[in-house]
């Protein structure tokens, strides 16, 4: 197990497969991983974050 790094908390969740793929395949997309297009996600849903890309 891994651990985490101070000030963050890990993430686990079961998704329906399709939702994971097409999650996977927008990281492919984008050049990202998995955990920068979540956080980058959690930050404009939650933030409304003006930041674009």
Same mark, same amino acid.
Request: proline share 6%; charged share 40%; hydrophobic share 30%.
């Given at each position: ?17 399709? /939702?994971? *793929? @097409? ?5 492919? &997309? ?11 996600? /959690?930050? *404009? @849903? ?5 930041? &674009?890309?």
């Amino acid at each position: 197990m891994t651990k985490t790094a101070p000030g963050f908390k890990r993430l686990n969740a079961d998704i329906p497969e399709e /939702l994971f *793929k @097409e999650f996977a395949k927008r990281c492919i &997309e984008e050049g990202i991983s998995k955990k920068d297009y979540l956080v980058h996600l /959690l930050e *404009k @849903e939650l933030y409304n974050d003006p930041k &674009e890309k």
